[in-house]
């Protein structure tokens, strides 16, 4: 969940030459003061050059092109990519494998970490509010070295809300892992469907999302029907524990919603009994399940 330490000195050659260029042009540092210098300022005022960055964007176009660093080619086209800078308040739900997941109001960023894991630098106790700038570096996301958390107590319900918002985000636009988001996302593709199956998983999902349910059923009766196979799906898992109960086995069962409308020994009886019994459009809604 870290860059490799060649790429983390990299990364950190290149954003305090930036930090250091951008001191010097607002007054902030004199000439005298090197690099090596700036290294050994307090976090403070490093935080407040670091700010200039991301307030004036223009000083990264002029440092990638005066050079006066003497950056390699490779590390001018990095810093080029920091005009791609997300700087916000992001919670952090979750630490994955590969990296850690960084929410704001729209997406899921998969974040490395620089030279220590995240666990060391802000908790394991997640979520988690911080607030961060992400850089894209080469082929991933990293933070830019300044994380400022935010030490907020909460309940059950707004983790589950959390952790609910990443299901969503990661559904619709799948983790971000490079920026600018757009060369992410322009590829995934979410239906309707997936949506529903998505918000209907489980029961605080769908009660805290049933605006969003009725808004997607309300668009068609195919999506009604689908809204309907969910439900009885749903209903079908109490069911089956009745029935094996009941002792029944090898029989085909149709469920509208949370009710039993019919059962036959193989699929062909029982859907020649929904043909009789039903309408096309409301067959097209039930879930059936063998047991």
């Not at 960055?53 to 080029?80: G, R």
């Not at 082929?139 to 994380?147: E, K």
Request: positive net charge; glycine residues 4%.
């Amino acid at each position: 969940m870290r860059l490799a330490e060649n790429d983390r000195l990299q990364y950190m050659r290149i954003h305090l030459s930036l930090m250091h260029y951008v001191g010097i042009k607002e007054k902030m540092l004199s000439k005298e003061i090197t690099i090596e210098k700036f290294l050994n300022y307090p976090i403070e005022e490093k935080f407040k050059v670091r700010d200039l960055i991301y307030q004036k964007t223009e000083y990264i176009n002029s440092f990638t092109q005066e050079n006066p660093y003497q950056l390699s080619k490779e590390d001018l086209s990095i810093a080029e990519q920091f005009k791609y800078f997300k700087k916000a308040r992001f919670w952090i739900p979750k630490y994955l494998k590969n990296y850690a997941v960084f929410l704001d109001d729209k997406f899921a960023y998969g974040v490395l970490a620089l030279a220590d894991p995240f666990e060391r630098v802000v908790g394991d106790d997640l979520p988690l509010m911080v607030e961060a700038v992400l850089l894209p570096f080469k082929d991933c996301i990293v933070y830019d070295g300044f994380l400022q958390p935010y030490n907020i107590s909460f309940g059950g319900n707004i983790r589950a809300s959390i952790n609910d918002d990443y299901n969503e985000k990661k559904t619709k636009y799948g983790i971000i892992t490079t920026l600018p988001v757009e060369t992410n996302i322009k590829e995934q593709k979410t239906t309707d469907e997936d949506m529903l199956a998505f918000y209907m998983k489980t029961a605080s999902s769908r009660e805290q999302n049933w605006g969003k349910i009725q808004e997607i059923i309300d668009k068609s009766s195919v999506l009604e029907q689908f809204y309907y196979q969910l439900c009885g799906k749903i209903s079908s898992r109490k069911l089956k524990k009745t029935i094996k109960e009941l002792g029944i086995s090898n029989y085909y069962f149709a469920v509208y919603d949370d009710t039993i409308i019919a059962s036959g020994k193989t699929r062909a009886e029982l859907e020649k009994q929904l043909h009789q019994m039903l309408p096309k459009a409301t067959i097209n809604s039930l879930f059936i399940f063998k047991m």
